[in-house]
């Protein structure tokens, strides 16, 4: 199993920018993949970007050209990249390890603890 921990969360004002950082270790086996989760106050967690081991990105619509995914291998690290950050961005971040499967990202059990983004003046 991967264990991931999350870091990089803060309040931010509209318009700012911050980078979520994500250190991964343990069995990456069944992994394929690596994916970027967020969980706005009282909604569903939802997919924000995925990565995969051969560098194939996917964003959700409502970060697209505003968010960037990307890893360092050397570091076992995992980034999200937040940039022109709205209200709605609000949210518990989490980083998930799993499988991408013709395009479409499936994680696993492996979660980290969140890191919690403010966008508020």
């Known amino acids: 199993q991967v264990h991931l921990v999350e870091s990089g969360g803060d309040f931010v004002q509209p318009g700012g920018s911050l980078r979520l950082s994500c250190v991964a270790s343990?069995?990456?086996?069944?992994?394929?993949?690596m994916a970027w989760y967020r969980q706005p106050p009282g909604k569903e967690r939802e997919l924000v970007a995925s990565?995969?081991?051969?560098?194939?990105?996917n964003y959700a619509d409502s970060v697209k050209d505003r968010f960037t995914i990307s890893r360092d291998n050397d570091k076992n690290t995992l980034y999200l990249e937040m940039t022109s950050l709205k209200f709605e961005d609000t949210a518990v971040y989490y980083c998930?390890?799993?499988?991408?499967?013709?395009?479409?990202?499936?994680?696993?059990?492996?979660w980290g603890q969140g890191t919690q983004v403010t966008v508020s003046t």
């Open positions: 343990g069995s990456f086996a069944n992994v394929n993949a």
């Open positions: 998930s390890a799993g499988v991408s499967l013709s395009g479409r990202y499936y994680p696993t059990d492996s």
């Open positions: 990565l995969t081991t051969s560098g194939n990105t």
